[in-house]
């Protein structure tokens, strides 16, 4: 398990954006060389904007295989995919995904399906399918998954004190909205999930979320108040991506 994450303080969200576009795209080489195909759970929320955007143009572009990319998502909000305010799968798309085939974005289905529990029922059978597992097995492990820091240490849709929390036999879970907007149902992978993949990166900016980082990293977080904390994964590796105004609370220097 990994006890030990690397955190990288970067000067502002415009390098740590840079660095994690760099990082999306060695992973990406990495798994089709190994694999022939990347998959990757994208965050959601705004922090990730930035980084999506440098990857849709050049030169950034050119250097992913996009034919061979797989895009699913850690969260999602239970609204329309055509929300541009809210839903996660519209700011990827607008943002980035025209890049990748169509049939190879997997969006969490908020439409039709009657509520959040049938949509992360529903999300579980796609991860099953497309990886060629059965849902009550062992989990899908994603090349890379990428996630956000809540300013509560929640991180996807893993809110503190929630159920969702304790999920151990499900890949996706529904829950009810944590404390921060926008107040609606979420589906959201699951730790089992999370603590699987090969490469979790962590994205975090701005002074907002610098209790929270430093309670994770340093504070000895309990993931029941800060599920960030919760993050350890088995085999792979934990990267943080933090700008200085997320690490000014942290004792530790930069990598
Ligand atoms: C979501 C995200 C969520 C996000 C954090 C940070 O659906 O909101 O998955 O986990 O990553 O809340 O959001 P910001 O990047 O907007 O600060």
Redesign the pocket.
Known sequence: MNENPTVFVCRDADELAARAADRFIEAARAAVAARGRFTVAL?????PEAMYALLAESPRREQVGWVETFVFF??E?MVSPNDEERS?ANMARRVLLDKVPAGQVFPVDTTNTPDAEAAAHAYATTLAGFFGLSSSGPPPIFDLIL????DDG????LFPGKPALDVVDRWAAATPPGV?PPPVERVTLTFPVLNAAREVLFLVAGDKKADALHGVLEGGANPATHPAAGVKPATGTLTWLVDEAAAAKLARGSA
């Not at 965050?43 to 922090?47: E, I, K, R, V, Y």
């Not at 996630?147 to 809540?150: A, K, M, Q, R, T």
């Not at 929640?154 to 849709?157: G, I, N, P, R």
């Open positions: 965050a959601g929320g705004s922090t850690g969260d909000r996660n996630l956000g820091l809540g929640h991180t996807a849709s921060l």
